[in-house]
């Protein structure tokens, strides 16, 4: 079997959303043993992915937009993302690779 490989892109204000992708991929990696990922955050979710024990790139820091009044979240101040992607192995018809991306 090929291995699967998937990146997760971390919100990185504040730890809650990296926290929470270093428990799923833990699990993804309790369940497939051939799961290769790769983690895209800014500081300080960086230094939590990388002190889990998992490879990380840097990513630039999110900007500090004011709220509006229409913000959503438990302190008003918008939505923070975090994504992860998978390549699928085999690749389309066409040679491409395949994906899915899934954002919580």
Do not use: N
């Not at 998937?6 to 919100?11: I, L």
């Not at 800014?42 to 790139?57: T, Y």
């Not at 009044?69 to 491409?96: D, Y």
Request: proline fraction near 8%; glycine fraction near 14%; avoid cysteine.
């Amino acid at each position: 079997m090929e291995e699967l490989r998937g990146y997760f892109a971390a919100h990185s204000q504040g730890l809650g959303h990296a926290t929470r992708a270093v428990a799923l991929a833990r699990g993804l990696l309790e369940r497939r043993s051939d799961v290769y990922l790769l983690f895209l955050a800014g500081s300080p979710a960086l230094d939590l992915l990388v002190a889990s024990g998992f490879d990380a790139l840097t990513m630039p820091p999110a900007p500090d937009w004011p709220a509006k009044e229409a913000s959503s979240g438990p302190r008003g101040g918008g939505i923070g993302i975090t994504a992860v992607t998978f390549e699928l192995p085999g690749g389309s018809s066409e040679g491409r690779p395949t994906g899915a991306t899934i954002a919580f």
